[in-house]
């Protein structure tokens, strides 16, 4: 049983920065794939990134957020991180992390594992 918990989200205005973390308890981290998932109010859960168990493989990224947001993984720490730069107001939502075994998936319901999520908000 793999436990996440989402930290970093906040109030940024359009052009900036934020940096979410996800932490990872229970499990062996690097069995599995991680990926974030991006949810607003009466919408499905959104694919934004995902990474396979071994960051030296090729993430994958949605593309209203390529080029603008990597995702990484430090499987020593049992952390995955997703870098987001060029904050637009339609990135606004609650962001969560999710992890299932070994390769990457653009589908919500192929993880099994989820975090709480994190609210981030870009002001225009």
């Known amino acids: 049983q793999v436990q996440l918990v989402e930290s970093g989200g906040g109030l940024v205005q359009a052009g900036g920065s934020l940096r979410l973390s996800c932490a990872a308890s229970?499990?062996?981290?690097?069995?599995?794939?991680l990926g974030w998932f991006r949810q607003t109010p009466g919408k499905e859960r959104e694919f934004v990134a995902a990474?396979?168990?071994?960051?030296?493989?090729?993430?994958d990224y949605a593309d209203s957020v390529k080029g603008r947001f990597s995702i990484s993984r430090d499987n020593a720490k049992n952390m995955v991180y997703l870098q987001m730069n060029t904050l637009k107001p339609e990135d606004t939502a609650v962001y969560y992390c999710?992890?299932?075994?070994?390769?990457?998936?653009?589908?919500?319901?192929?993880?099994?594992?989820w975090g709480q999520g994190t609210q981030v908000t870009v002001s225009s």
């Open positions: 229970g499990g062996t981290f690097s069995n599995y794939a």
């Open positions: 999710a992890a299932r075994y070994y390769s990457t998936s653009r589908l919500s319901n192929a993880y099994a594992y």
């Open positions: 990474v396979t168990w071994n960051s030296g493989l090729a993430a």
